[in-house]
């Protein structure tokens, strides 16, 4: 078993940054596919970004492209996501999210491991 836990969601102007942290409880953390999701309210799950165990490749959401930055650090069991010139549309709940598996990994059905969730909000 895997457990996240996210942190640094919070309620922030159009046009701020937030940073996310998750940290992993497993001593093979550097194994995992690590990703972000979001999800709002009456409407799916919804990938956001993903770094890759081996060479740290990414993958992020069209949206988010430019604005979000996927980092990790294994030394730390840490998966961070940085988000800069949010929007409102960006309004939601976040989800960390580790897999071992999967070519894929911008599809939650890689994943095997989520967090509670930590709410970010902007305001136009």
């Known amino acids: 078993q895997v457990q996240l836990v996210e942190s640094g969601g919070g309620s922030v102007q159009a046009g701020a940054s937030l940073r996310l942290s998750c940290t992993a409880s497993?001593?093979?953390?550097?194994?995992?596919?690590m990703a972000w999701f979001r999800q709002v309210p009456g409407k799916e799950r919804e990938f956001i970004a993903a770094?890759?165990?081996?060479?740290?490749?990414?993958v992020y959401r069209d949206s988010v492209k430019g604005r979000f930055t996927i980092s990790r650090d294994n030394a730390k069991n840490t998966v961070d996501l940085q988000m800069n010139s949010l929007k409102p549309e960006d309004t939601a709940a976040y989800y960390c999210?580790?897999?071992?598996?999967?070519?894929?990994?911008?599809?939650?059905?890689?994943?095997?491991?989520w967090g509670q969730g930590t709410q970010v909000t902007v305001s136009s």
């Open positions: 999210a580790a897999g071992l598996m999967g070519v894929n990994i911008n599809s939650a059905m890689n994943y095997d491991y």
């Open positions: 770094i890759r165990w081996s060479v740290g490749a990414t």
């Open positions: 497993t001593r093979t953390f550097s194994r995992y596919n």
